[in-house]
């Protein structure tokens, strides 16, 4: 079997509203075979600058674009052809969008790998440990504590155990946040877990200090106060905050893995396979493992990413929960012809060769950039 394309849709909402919400534009991968096979993958990157990396023409043996170096290559050799992608773009990749963009082929190649054998992605990647997964409702913060509140209790009415907010309004004032987080503890209750996502915003003396303010309110971790750069100050609030400490949605690398996890001290350790392919998250999270830490995933975007997630997470020891974006854009909710189950706040590991998802072509055609 060998690839005869790769194809890459850059899909997006007709009116993209200035806010930290991934789920308006996708960059879905397509792969397809001499045998009739075809892969879908995903990036959570920006598109535009993704698919120039995948489309990109030959330069020279350190600087190619990922399609040619693919043409002719046989799809199951995901690890040999996660070498040469990163060893032909080592001049201007080894990180960020070009890891990404590859993450994407990884994930179709990998989708391939299990429709071509005839069993789903987690029996590849060593086997499941679990069949699915405890889910939490992953929300941006709304612009008053009234809508915030509205949808917290959402979450629960919907059968949630957890529930999440980030990124903008939250952050910037100090009464402001303490309000928001004590309505939101008090609209779902005491037995519901509370995650924060901080959205980079705070240093890390201020993330001492806010974490020190809400201890009352037992948030089950705090995301990302600090820019993703700053392993230092991860080391700092990691010794001094009581609260669990997640972190990684922006790393792309295993080395970057291992700096959080060792410098940073982090508690949670957060993958998004679109940005880093399974065929790295397989080692990073065993890397977290020998380390102590657990492991959850990244996923802001479509079913794409969402059964991938699942696949890697129950196919790893170290899993804790699973992020579930409930944002209502149309490209995240009705891409895939059959979505992962969510039910009674878990989400239900697909039994079907592959990823188990296939996206609707009509919802590509619809949202397309052409």
């Not at 391939?112 to 679990?130: N, T």
């Not at 979505?339 to 989400?347: F, N, Q, R």
């Amino acid at each position: 079997m060998k690839i005869t394309n790769v194809e890459a849709f850059y899909l997006r909402l007709p009116n993209i509203e200035a806010r930290t919400d991934s789920s308006q534009d996708a960059l879905l991968i397509k792969i397809t075979t001499d045998a009739g096979i075809v892969g879908w993958g995903e990036v959570d990157g920006s598109p535009a600058v993704t698919k120039a990396i995948i489309e990109a023409p030959y330069s020279h043996t350190m600087v190619t674009g990922l399609k040619s170096l693919l043409i002719g290559e046989n799809p199951l050799e995901t690890s040999r052809l996660w070498a040469k992608m990163h060893r032909a773009t080592i001049y201007y990749g080894r990180n960020g969008a070009v890891i990404q963009a590859m993450a994407g082929i990884d994930l179709a190649l990998w989708d391939i790998k299990g429709k071509a054998l005839g069993k789903p992605i987690v029996e590849l990647l060593g086997g499941a440990f679990r069949d699915k997964m405890r889910v939490y409702s992953s929300n941006m913060f709304q612009f008053s504590i009234e809508d915030t509140v509205a949808r917290a209790k959402h979450a629960v009415d919907t059968g949630h155990t957890g529930v999440k907010f980030g990124w903008e309004p939250f952050g910037f004032d100090e009464a402001t946040d303490l309000a928001y987080v004590e309505a939101i503890r008090a609209a779902v209750g005491d037995k519901i877990d509370f995650m924060l996502d901080v959205g980079l915003t705070w240093d890390a003396k201020t993330t001492i200090r806010r974490a020190q303010l809400f201890e009352p309110y037992r948030l089950f971790w705090i995301e990302e106060p600090l820019h993703p750069d700053d392993y230092a100050g991860y080391g700092k609030v990691s010794r001094a905050c009581t609260q669990h400490i997640a972190a990684g949605e922006e790393e792309s690398t295993v080395v970057g893995f291992e700096r959080l996890i060792d410098e940073g001290q982090i508690d949670i350790v957060q993958i998004d396979v679109t940005r880093t392919g399974l065929t790295q998250a397989m080692q990073i999270a065993a890397y977290a493992k020998s380390r102590g830490r657990k492991v959850c995933n990244h996923n802001f975007t479509t079913d794409i990413n969402t059964a991938a997630s699942l696949h890697f997470l129950c196919a790893i020891e170290n899993a804790l929960v699973m992020e579930y974006c409930v944002e209502p854009g149309e490209i995240s909710r009705s891409l895939a012809k059959t979505p992962v189950v969510i039910k009674d706040g878990y989400a239900h590991l697909p039994t079907e060769p592959g990823l188990g998802v296939e996206p609707r072509m009509e919802v590509i055609e619809k949202f397309l950039v052409k």
